[in-house]
């Protein structure tokens, strides 16, 4: 779906949703191509019956965070197995 702006005369700040195949000239396979966007955010706004934003922000910046650090440990265990490997080369040319 895309969103578009109305230009008919007389409801010039009317918003809906267009089918993106609608638009990029394609056959739209329901048939519906245009969706009055208030009546639809109304209807999913009355069946939401909490949205917790701030809980939904917090654990974005969570697995981020998350992300980064399992980033890191990954790096860290590469360093660590590379190291491992020259001091078991050296070790070896040591005991010859």
């Not at 010039?12 to 519906?32: F, K, P, Q, S």
């Not at 969570?62 to 590379?82: K, M, N, Y």
């Amino acid at each position: 779906m895309t969103m578009k702006m109305s230009r008919v005369k007389g409801n010039e700040n009317g918003r809906y949703l267009v089918c993106a195949n609608y638009v990029r000239g394609h056959r739209c396979i329901d048939g519906n191509r245009h969706f009055r966007y208030e009546p639809l955010e109304a209807a999913i706004l009355d069946h939401v019956k909490e949205l917790n934003l701030a809980e939904t922000l917090q654990a974005s910046r969570f697995d981020e965070a998350h992300r980064v650090l399992e980033e890191t440990i990954a790096g860290l265990t590469l360093q660590l197995e590379e190291l491992r490997k020259k001091g078991a080369t050296a070790g070896a040319g040591r005991r010859r």
